[in-house]
């Protein structure tokens, strides 16, 4: 599981990569799906970054950030 900055709450850990347009296969580890919603505002790798398009397939978020 990877660290978590202190004040900070993991809510999923990406997997992998989706397709050619730039978005991340991500294993939710949350009970609310909206986190990952357009507009959702996630950290990654230190820098807040806002979902621009989400979906789902198989259990896993799908995220675009802009």
């Known amino acids: 599981m990877p660290k978590v900055p202190?004040?900070?709450?993991?809510?999923?850990?990406?997997?992998g990569v989706f397709g050619i347009r730039g978005a991340l296969k991500v294993e939710p580890q949350t009970d609310f799906p909206e986190r990952f919603s357009?507009?959702?505002?996630l950290f990654l790798n230190g820098q807040m970054r806002k979902v621009s398009t989400s979906g789902?397939?198989?259990?896993?978020?799908?995220?675009?950030?802009?």
């Not at 357009?38 to 505002?41: D, I, R, T």
């Open 6 to 15: 202190r004040g900070h709450v993991l809510v999923g850990e990406v997997v």
């Open 38 to 41: 357009p507009g959702a505002s």
């Open 56 to 66: 789902w397939h198989h259990g896993q978020a799908r995220v675009k950030f802009e």
